[in-house]
């Protein structure tokens, strides 16, 4: 069992940033492809961004493309989202996953461990 713990979400205006991080304990953190979701009232998950094991390789939803920043560092066991120029569409509950597999992968039921998600709010 993996879990993950999100922390960094909040209020923030229209044009400002937050940076939402994850922490993974007690686990080989670099076995693990992460990816971050999100989740607006009414909505589907979506895909978010996401990094390969070694954090080589990155991919976002072209809705966050050039403004949110997907990174890890596997000493320590975290992966973290930098979110930049924040629009009111961007509020969401946002959650961290893990996945198992070898690829990165943009589709939710890919991903095997989820953490309890942490709310973003952007005011106009």
């Known amino acids: 069992q993996v879990q993950l713990v999100e922390s960094g979400g909040g209020l923030v205006q229209a044009g400002g940033s937050l940076r939402l991080s994850c922490l993974a304990p007690?686990?080989?953190?670099?076995?693990?492809?992460m990816g971050w979701f999100r989740q607006a009232p009414g909505k589907e998950r979506e895909f978010v961004a996401g990094?390969?094991?070694?954090?080589?390789?990155?991919y976002y939803a072209d809705s966050v493309k050039g403004r949110f920043t997907i990174s890890r560092d596997n000493a320590k066991n975290t992966v973290a989202l930098q979110m930049n120029s924040l629009k009111p569409e961007d509020t969401a509950v946002y959650y961290c996953?893990?996945?198992?597999?070898?690829?990165?992968?943009?589709?939710?039921?890919?991903?095997?461990?989820w953490g309890q998600g942490t709310q973003v709010t952007v005011s106009s």
């Open positions: 996953a893990a996945d198992s597999g070898a690829y990165l992968s943009r589709s939710n039921t890919d991903y095997d461990y």
């Open positions: 007690k686990v080989t953190f670099s076995w693990y492809v």
């Open positions: 990094i390969s094991r070694s954090g080589g390789s990155t």
